[in-house]
């Protein structure tokens, strides 16, 4: 039988290479979860995905209405779900102010980690019907989660505090988790922590009585993908060039798009809680490794509270 993956923001860079690689290699049915379906089918037309090897469904992960009625669509087409890959990601380094999703959350801890939370926990009853004997779930992580490696020393750190800003509420006047000043980058990379959070906790409360692998990775640095189109477009230029040429971390989209399918399809990725690595400077043919998170993401009394309240601001609890 045909396996089907739900990709979020299968519309861009690491999705959408993912997508290719999932149809192309691993002769996957892939439901592209994106908001923009023009752009989708454009992009799924480009890279000459098969008519029939794709369905593009609408979400915005930004607003948690949206999730819920992008899992009702996403049953109503009565496919059966083997895998799923939290991929959509946004990244605004230049805001003054914080956007907000309709319920009033910041919208970068919304899109990338409260959004993804929420879709997650709604899909794990059909991930559990699926036929397939390990089904998954891979959430995109990065390095600059983790303070521990040189990708991740650059400031502001990613720091959860104690999460006083989802205690209180997370809505006006709070927008960071740990209930202190807007830092739009800051906004992200604790959004990432959270993503590998979530992944572990999934891991330790779900493996042994569902048989679902949860697992999270980093990629490399795709440096020329669309997360840099909201910087300095100076620094959209340098960036990629500084990667290539001085840190050596630079990916294309292509290779990071089939390591990210590698971890969602072959057998050898089967190993749940793992985050698994490339290492920060790429060389040819370089292996895989599971890779220890940052103190933060694996700190298991932070993982408990950040998922009781996550699934009282998604609605769940
Ligand atoms: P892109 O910006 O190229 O892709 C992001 C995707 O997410 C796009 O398809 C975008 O849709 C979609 N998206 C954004 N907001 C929403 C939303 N509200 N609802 C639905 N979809 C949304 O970024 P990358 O490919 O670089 O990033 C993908 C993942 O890889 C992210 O999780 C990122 O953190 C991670 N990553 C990236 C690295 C890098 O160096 N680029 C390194 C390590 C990890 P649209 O096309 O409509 O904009």
Known sequence: DQKTVIITGASSGVGLYAAKALIQKWGYHVVMACRNLDKTYRVAQELGFPSDSYTVLPIDLGSLGSVRYFVQAFRETKKPLDALLCNAAIYMPLLK??????????????????????????LLEDL?????????????????????ELGGKIPPRPDLGNLEGFEAGFVEPHSM??????EPVKAYKDSKVCNVLTMRELHRRYHDSTGITFSSLYPGCVATTALFRNHYPLFQKLFPLFQKHITGGFVSEELAGERVADVVAAPEYNQSGSYWSWGNRQKKDRESFVQQVSPQARDDEKAEKMWDLSAQLVGLA
């Open 97 to 122: 102010e914080p956007l907000r999703s309709p319920e009033g959350y910041e919208l970068t801890m919304t899109t990338n980690h409260l959004g993804h939370f929420l879709l997650c926990n709604l």
């Open 128 to 148: 559990q019907r699926s036929s397939s004997p390990e089904p998954r779930v891979v959430i995109l992580g990065t390095v600059t989660h983790n303070p521990d």
């Open 177 to 182: 988790i740990d209930g202190k000043k807007f």
